[in-house]
């Protein structure tokens, strides 16, 4: 069994577990109207930003200086005594991290271009290193002093998701003892620039699975997990990817690839579908994503499990996103909440006919239990699919 041992965690909601649970069960958004990254002055957009300081990066090596970096160390910092501690009963050399992001540094680079046109030059604390990928693990590796496997997965909306079930491959292969795995993002103009020029970015707050829906709210943050055999209250129980390469942007309409990730969650955790409890969607409040996501879950678990989709509360943080998804379940399945509150569906309450019934879950909704089994969905650009599935005992 692989068990998820440690959680930090950055986000709209807060920088502490204490601080996001207490938000999100009482349906308060960290989606805010601002007109930063916007690509007008005066136009306002909802957007999920962290406004807690950050580390200071000045201590990293130039090519590593970056927000994306900076996310990455708050969250590190919440659980640093515990991977420390993990590093040391198995060697630098039996610690791995494995990460996701889509952004990286490209907000440092777009800064440094705007200074190039007014001054002609590029500023000194600039590096093109800043934006590879693969930062946000070298630095971590870096910080931690661990020699283990270290990479990034960038696969779109699914990239943290992926990297989780990467982590727990490299476990049970004997690769490792312990892995640092989840993602990070940091929000930048470019992908809001993007997804606007797809006519996929909602002015106001995102309205997921409603007939209203017109689309996402972008969000940045960042979930590191302490993933090892050591026994902990959740764990990985199992999780599924697929690649249906439908659209480079559009889902597949039938849903086949996000089922077939779906399903190789539950039969690689031995689990049936009316055994799941909660259901974290990927729930994107895209006309498309939703209507397939809908189709796929209901043919599925028909209408009997409890849904939500969490992007109204942080935005929607790209490479980062399934982690801290996987992130809200953790902190839902934790001892303080034995009565099973479950991460609510902020919404405007309007069903859309064309999908099937959804067990959408109100602010206040509790199982009157613990919460044993929950799936969280990433669901991508290019067909890239992942399904997490959480449990404890």
Known sequence: ???????????????????????????????????????????????????TVLPDSG????????????????????????????????????????????????????????YRLANGGFPADFGYAQQEMASPAATLASVLGVTGPAYV????????????????????????????????????????????????????????FSANRNGINIGEGAALFLMSKVEAAVSLRGWGESSDGYHISAPDPSGAGARSAMEQALARAGVRPKQIDYINLHGTATVQNDAMEGRAVAAIFADHVALSSTKPFTGHALGAAGALEAG???LAMQDNNPQGRLPPHLWDGVSDPGLPQLNLQPVGARLGRPLRLALSNSFAFGGANASLLLGRE
């Open 328 to 330: 809200l379940c953790w």
């Open 59 to 114: 201590m990293l090596p130039l090519g590593q200086r970056s927000r994306n970096n900076q996310l990455a160390l708050a969250a590190l910092a919440q659980i640093r005594p515990q991977v420390d501690a993990a590093i040391r009963q198995f060697g630098a050399d039996r610690v791995a991290i494995v990460l996701g992001t889509s952004t990286s540094g490209i907000a440092q680079s777009e800064a440094a271009f705007r």
């Open 153 to 208: 997965h960038s696969s779109a909306c699914a990239s943290s998701s992926k990297a989780m079930a990467s982590a727990a491959r490299l476990i049970n292969m004997g690769l490792c003892d312990a892995v640092l795995t989840g993602g990070v993002d940091s929000l930048c103009a470019f992908t809001v620039a993007g997804f606007a020029a797809l006519e996929s970015v909602s002015a106001a707050r995102c309205n997921p």
């Open 1 to 51: 069994m692989l068990y998820l041992n440690q959680l930090g965690m950055i986000c709209p909601l807060g920088d502490n577990h204490a601080e996001i649970s207490r938000r999100l069960f009482a349906g308060d958004s960290g989606v805010a109207m601002t007109p930063r990254y916007s690509q007008s002055r005066e136009r306002e957009l909802a957007l999920g930003c962290v406004e």
